[in-house]
């Protein structure tokens, strides 16, 4: 290091440094809440000014977020009709695929010309067999041009690192026979099962037990027990999953296997694999030349027992799924969330996943950002991992882990300290970038704890917190204007009523056709589960990060429902 960098780390990495950037995201959320009630004292007219700029804005945003979706949506569906192995069979000659493709396209051309011509307006067989070939050519035409930079599919090996601590047989087995049902060969995926020594005998005898009678299934097939009490490890996921890591690398490296060929994807106990999963991960990791540096992100579906879990629970897991399917539309805001994948070799370079915090699936986009000097991106895949709704033995535990599985979501906050000491010590990236990501992310955190809040709750302050204001037809008006704006954003919400009715998984025969229409009307309870379980989880999580009460790992009950 030279000087100048010697003193730049000497400087981020002094307690005050840390504790600045560390209170700042709590005392911007404080200002935002607590600004309005003061300033409505003083200058009500500014304030009334704010507030409906300030709901047009957010209307005109949950417009653009519906309408991201919607086409996400029709992304995932789409993906869902591709052979994604016939397109892993295009990495080993894209050239002969091409020509045939080519072929058959002026084939339907010439048999269906007319129906091709005149027909546009609707969506035929024909017409719909040559937009796919036409999809099919650009994407061959771009494997052709970096054909030597392509991965041969027959040499990638996927790995699975499922982390567990103390779940029951009825959570770890339906994972692992989703493993099994998968539309790629079996022979290419490794099974790593991550379990903790705290998590007691049983917890052992049930890892062992499952790779005992699954392990034939896969390539490869261990479980590996992660000690308790590891010095400089926070108790969390992180290092479970780092120490399954190591231990496994080492076998990788022992049977002569490249780490590039390797594919890691980091699963909790409930996640299970769509069958489509590891064949699209495996196309596009080959297919890109950058695959190193990137990260693969498919869509979280909370829907193993959405049926099963109450109506706030279902909104919230809903919410969830379509957030994300929402922010795949904006890449440059996309993180690592849940289950992600990354190639054993970028795994390496980052020395695994932080083994210092409780949210390690976020914080690892910043450490293979920084690790890469900036050059690093999220890809989004269109398909799911499928994941449990919160769920508990009784309605009250199932309020209070739901409260505080996004508390711990929430205290991604921390990561703004450490993106911020890393942006000043890695001055081989543009301070452009790195500003705008630090911007993005400090946004992302205050708005959670924020938005909800103000839209309900700030519309009454200068009619009731200043007298002579009070005499105002402004203030008088204020609350129905406030009102008529949210009316209209309320739109995305039965847009989103009815995209989660298309989504949900068949209903069981246990219950009857009234808690389908149930499932629409639920969408009621949004503001409520958006103030309750996102504000005051958010708001909770910074308020307890600016006095230094630092959050500890807590796993989130997963129950099933006979």
């Known amino acids: 290091m030279s000087p100048i960098e010697v003193g730049r780390k000497r400087i981020t990495d002094q307690h005050w440094f840390i504790r600045l950037f560390e209170i700042l995201p709590g005392a911007l959320t404080y200002s935002i809440l607590i600004g309005p009630v003061v300033l409505s004292m003083f200058v009500p007219v500014a304030v009334a000014y704010f507030i409906i700029a300030f709901d047009i804005f957010w209307m005109l945003r949950s417009f653009r977020l519906g309408f991201n979706l919607i086409r996400s949506f029709r992304r995932l569906g789409r993906a869902g009709k591709i052979d994604w192995n016939n397109r892993l069979l295009w990495l080993n000659d894209p050239n002969t695929y091409l020509e045939q493709t080519k072929t058959r396209m002026d084939v339907l051309a010439q048999s269906h010309q007319e129906v091709l011509r005149r027909v546009w307006w609707r969506n035929t067989p024909a017409r719909e067999e040559y937009s796919r070939l036409s999809s ?46 998968v539309d790629y060969p079996g022979k290419q995926i490794m099974l790593v099962i991550a379990y903790e020594e705290r998590g007691g005998p049983e917890t052992e005898a049930n890892a062992n037990d499952l790779i005992k009678r699954y ?9 590996v027990k992660h000690p308790d009490g590891i010095v ?10 780092t120490y399954a890591g190591r231990e496994f690398t080492k076998e990788i490296l022992a049977r002569g296997i490249d780490p590039e060929n390797v594919i890691i994807t980091t699963f909790d106990s409930d996640h299970r694999a769509s069958k489509n999963y590891f064949s699209y991960l495996t196309f596009v990791y080959c297919s890109n030349p950058n695959r190193v540096r ?14 099963d879990v109450p109506a706030p629970m279902r909104v919230i897991a809903t919410g969830n799924t379509f957030w994300v399917l929402m922010e795949t539309m ?31 699936d976020g914080h690892q986009f910043w450490r293979t950002y920084f690790a890469y000097d900036g050059d690093h991106q ?102 129905e204007i406030t009102s008529n704006i949210n009316t209209l954003s309320s739109a995305t919400i039965i847009l989103t009523a009815l995209i989660s009715l298309i989504s949900l998984p068949p209903r069981p025969a246990r219950y ?50 006979r």
């Open 294 to 307: 990137k990260s693969f992100q498919p869509i979280p579906m909370f829907y193993n027992n959405i049926w």
């Open 330 to 360: 904006r890449p440059h805001r996309l993180r690592n969330f849940a289950a992600h994948a990354q190639s054993l070799e970028t795994l390496i370079a980052t020395d695994y996943w932080s083994v210092t915090t409780i949210v390690e």
């Open 215 to 223: 392990g034939h299934h896969f390539a490869m097939a261990i479980a």
């Open 136 to 181: 099919d050519l650009v994407i061959q035409a771009e494997l052709t041009l970096q054909e030597r930079l392509l991965l041969k599919p027959d040499g990638i090996y996927n790995a699975v690192i499922l982390a567990t601590y103390n779940e029951s047989m009825d959570i770890l087995e339906p994972s692992i026979q989703a493993l099994t049902a």
């Open 378 to 479: 999220v890809i989004p895949m269109f398909t799911g991992v499928y994941q449990d709704a919160v769920l508990a033995e009784s309605y009250l535990k199932t309020f209070q882990a739901q409260f505080l599985q996004l508390r711990r979501w929430a205290w991604g906050a921390t990561d703004i300290q450490f993106v911020v000491r890393n942006s000043i010590t890695h001055p081989r990236i543009p301070w452009s970038n790195k500003l705008t990501k630090i911007l993005l992310l400090i946004e992302s955190h205050v708005t959670w704890a924020t938005v909800p809040l103000v839209l309900l709750g700030v519309a009454w302050m200068p009619l009731y917190l200043n007298r002579s204001f009070s005499y105002q037809t402004l203030a008088h008006r204020l609350p």
């Open 512 to 561: 009857g056709k009234g808690r389908t229409v149930f499932m629409f009307f639920q969408w009621v309870l949004l503001p409520i589960t958006s103030i309750f379980f996102g504000a005051f989880a958010a708001l909770n999580a910074q308020t307890r990060l600016m006095f230094g009460k630092y959050l500890e790992f807590y796993v989130t009950e997963k129950a099933t429902k």
């Open 232 to 241: 400089g490890e926070v108790r969390g996921k992180g290092g479970n999953i």
